[in-house]
């Protein structure tokens, strides 16, 4: 039976046991003819933390001494205050069911890289798949004003994330973390205004509805054409979608 259920052979998955099976078998074999099953659930925190130990014992000796031989040094510590960020949302992903998942993190800090490079590099990254991705104001060595550069991204998508940061920027090194996070069901809705249709991006939990905001393109768009404030049109879109609740 687990010759013909398995489709590979490996390490145990992270999960959390529930009940444990033990059976022996009447072949007398050169190894004992012993079989034990684990029946357990798998959690996004105990992925999470299975791949960030995986994480560093493969790849920690890639990111561990590189980061201060540089003539522009990088400060790591992590007491800087994250009260001034600039964000990047996570509005071009949906997720059809709220739930945990676990996200992988990118951090660096940068303070010889120009301001256009930076909204060149948050577009590569967009288009690669990155979820978020933000910059936060940050004093560094030397009394230099820098910046922190953070990208959230799937597992998955890590190595092709970090590969653009070392292309794009001048750092000698990254931080990689993984994380768990909640996310909220999310659907589409569309709505008709009198300047055109919007489309609602509607998050719920538990099917009740906490958040309901118009999308900023549809908005834009419709703005342009008409020739009207994009806030009239939001409104205008909130509105309806409430006329019909």
Known sequence: IVCALAESFGAMPALAVGKVG??????DLPV???LRIWLGEAT???LAQRVHSESHSSHGHRHSHHEHDHDHEHDHSEDHDHQHSHGHGDERHSHSHGSEEVIASLETQIDDLSPQVIGYLFERLLAAGAVDLFTIPVGMKKSRPGTLLTVLCPPHL???CEGILFEETSTLGIRRDFQVRSVLDRRHEQVETSYGTVRMKIASRNRAI???QPEY????EIAQKAKQPLKQ????????WHANQ
């Open 210 to 212: 906490l958040n309901a």
């Open 158 to 160: 890590l190595e092709v």
């Open 217 to 220: 393109e549809d908005c834009r």
């Open 233 to 240: 049109i939001q409104q205008a879109a909130l509105l309806a």
């Open 44 to 46: 996004p925190t105990l």
């Open 32 to 34: 004992p003819n012993i």
């Open 22 to 27: 033990l059976g022996a078998g009447d072949m």
